[in-house]
């Protein structure tokens, strides 16, 4: 997709509309107008705002331009509807999305960088470092191009696809804002999946959002958590749970610490142990992952290993839930899709 000369009008508040429809010589009313087009009906083309009188869409024309990330491919799990894309964003970069169905609605999976510099051992998008951070409309485009495809609308994000959302922090901070002021959706609607880098978590927690909070853990042990992800060399667990407390202190905003079950390595007796110290007499939620498995048999095994260390944890006081497995017939896990592309770029 080459990159257009002309400026892209999605992303724009209604104050950048004013200004630009009141540079081409027209009333400010009609910048409410291109505003409701562009963001309740979701145009795809300038020339799709049917009410604004053509001089006015000739103008913007010459200059102006609609852009959201263009599909590539869409993977779909037929047993449980989950939608994995593939998305070509305006430079030729290719992210992920993923979106998922639930009884509350529909659930938005967004990368914000293309790549990622966390190198999280069990993690594909990570595998090739991070190519370039994505701006805010990019992370809200992945929005619209989902929603354009499906026909169904999206009430629930999670900024868990690619890359480090804490490393991209003011374009992040934008989207938040971007989508819960412009394309309606709640802040409570949204959460922000981090590796856990501590000081940009103190200064999330400053900023009057009242967004939720995943932190990764998958293990109680700094050794161990180190060998899993290399960000826990430089941000230690004590220090983590002191952010996440602050967090939660701050917003009132309870932390889901996210934990990937991984047989023999951090379900056992052991590891129940540790967590029960880590988090004695703190606010805590696990959030527990069955591994992304590959055969049925191992889905069942996957299944039955996290439902007994969570009876574990349960005994202890330790209170968790179980990630709904979406998408599991499609390889749903992040980055995977953009690999295979990237190796084989004429598939
Ligand atoms: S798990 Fe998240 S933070 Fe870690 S490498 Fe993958 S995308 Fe980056």
Redesign the pocket.
């Known amino acids: 997709m080459p990159k257009s000369k002309k400026d892209n009008l999605f992303g724009k508040s209604l104050k950048d509309l004013e200004q630009i429809v009141l540079s081409l010589g027209e009333k400010p009313f009609r910048a409410k107008q291109l505003f409701n087009w562009l963001y309740d009906n979701r145009i795809k083309a300038v020339r799709d705002a049917k009410n604004l009188p053509k001089e006015l869409l000739e103008k913007l024309n010459e200059n102006y331009t609609i852009v959201h990330p263009k599909i590539v491919e869409v993977l779909e799990d037929e047993e449980d509807g989950t939608k994995k894309y593939l998305l070509e964003l305006e430079d030729g970069e290719l992210v992920e999305s993923v979106l998922m169905k639930y009884d509350y609605g529909n659930s938005a999976c967004l990368s914000t960088q293309v790549g990622?510099a966390?190198?999280?051992s069990f993690?594909a998008?990570?595998k090739n470092g991070k190519v370039r951070d994505l701006s805010s409309e990019e992370i809200a485009g992945q929005i619209v191009a989902m929603e354009n495809e499906s026909g169904e609308r999206i009430s629930n994000i999670v900024l868990m696809g690619?890359?480090?959302p804490l490393d991209n922090y003011e374009n992040v901070l934008n989207f938040i804002r971007f989508t819960n002021e412009v394309l309606g959706i709640g802040q409570r609607h949204i959460t922000l999946s981090t590796?856990g880098i501590v000081p940009k978590i103190y200064d999330l927690a400053k900023e009057d959002l009242q967004i939720n909070l995943a932190i990764?853990l998958h293990s109680a042990f700094q050794d161990k958590r180190e060998k899993l992800?290399k960000v826990a060399k430089t941000n230690p667990l004590n220090e983590l749970i002191k952010a996440g407390e602050d967090y939660f202190d701050q917003t009132g905003r309870r932390v889901t610490y996210e934990y990937t079950v991984i047989e023999g390595v951090n379900d056992t007796e052991a590891d129940v142990s540790e967590l029960k110290k880590l988090f004695k007499g703190k606010v805590h939620h696990l959030n527990l992952i069955p591994l992304n498995p590959v055969s049925n048999l191992k889905r069942e095994s996957s299944k039955k290993n996290v439902n007994i260390f969570q009876e574990r944890l349960k005994k202890e006081g330790l209170t968790s839930t179980i990630r709904k497995k979406n998408g599991a017939n499609i390889e749903a896990a992040?980055g995977q899709l953009r690999n295979r592309k990237l190796q084989s770029p004429s598939t």
């Open positions: 990622c966390m190198g999280c993690c998008s990570g690619m890359g480090e590796s990764s992800m992040c």
